[in-house]
């Protein structure tokens, strides 16, 4: 009870956890295990609860992933994630594209983890590569701008390029394990990004709703 301060407000918070764990149909302490450590990792306070369970809420209905093996691909990504610039709808968004491409999971979470770090720490030959195509990484003010920017920058530069060539330059920037993921986030850059963040980003109510489907299923 002291980790969720005034009551009122740890009543809120049990009413997402609940929520969360009808829509994505799993364990009431593993959605509530899931909730506390995803926005540990990411530093949001009790108060964002609510923009998190519905953001998870929305990628799981709207991409092919559940609610659970979200929460694992976030955990899985931890603190590396608190740099994305649009949060956790940004991280939700690439997360549900990874999952439509048959990355789930852990298994998204940690390709996505080694792609964000491969553009923050990236090689020599990685940086210059980037550089010599023009892609910038960070903003003016030294923050980390949003993936969809950054990959579709990198999308456009080898834009009329063989095949051979776009993967010899994937290949530098990025850990060869990596590339599939890679690839699958590529395809995806552009207005497909921005339409699906969208709809993520303005998922209130989302978990409220998918909650009550679930519970008119069992009851029909």
Not at 26 to 37: F, N, Q, W
Not at 92 to 98: S, V
Not at 176 to 184: E, I
């Amino acid at each position: 009870e002291m980790f969720l301060g005034s009551r009122g407000l740890g009543d809120v918070y049990k009413r997402q956890v609940l929520n969360l764990a009808a829509a994505g149909d799993i364990a009431l302490a593993d959605a509530s295990d899931m909730v506390t450590d995803a926005m540990s990792a990411l530093g949001m306070g009790v108060d964002e609860a609510e923009t998190m369970v519905d953001q998870m809420a929305k990628t799981a209905s709207t991409t092919n992933t559940s609610v659970a093996q979200l929460g694992e691909g976030i955990l899985t990504i931890g603190a590396t994630a608190k740099s994305i610039k649009g949060g956790t709808a940004e991280l939700n968004t690439a997360l549900g594209i990874l999952a439509n491409n048959g990355i789930k999971g852990a298994e998204g979470g940690t390709h996505l983890r080694n792609i964000i770090l491969s553009l923050q720490n990236p090689t020599d030959k990685a940086a210059a590569q980037m550089e010599a195509l023009g892609i910038s990484v960070y903003d003016s003010e030294g923050n980390m701008r949003s993936m969809n920017d950054i990959l579709g920058d990198l999308n456009k530069s080898m834009d009329g390029m063989t095949s051979a060539e776009k993967s010899n330059i994937i290949g530098t920037i990025f850990n060869k394990t990596d590339l599939s993921s890679v690839n699958a986030l590529l395809a995806n850059t552009g207005s497909t990004w921005d339409s699906l963040q969208k709809s993520i980003t303005e998922s209130g109510g989302a978990a409220q709703q998918m909650a009550d489907t679930q519970l008119d299923n069992l009851q029909g």
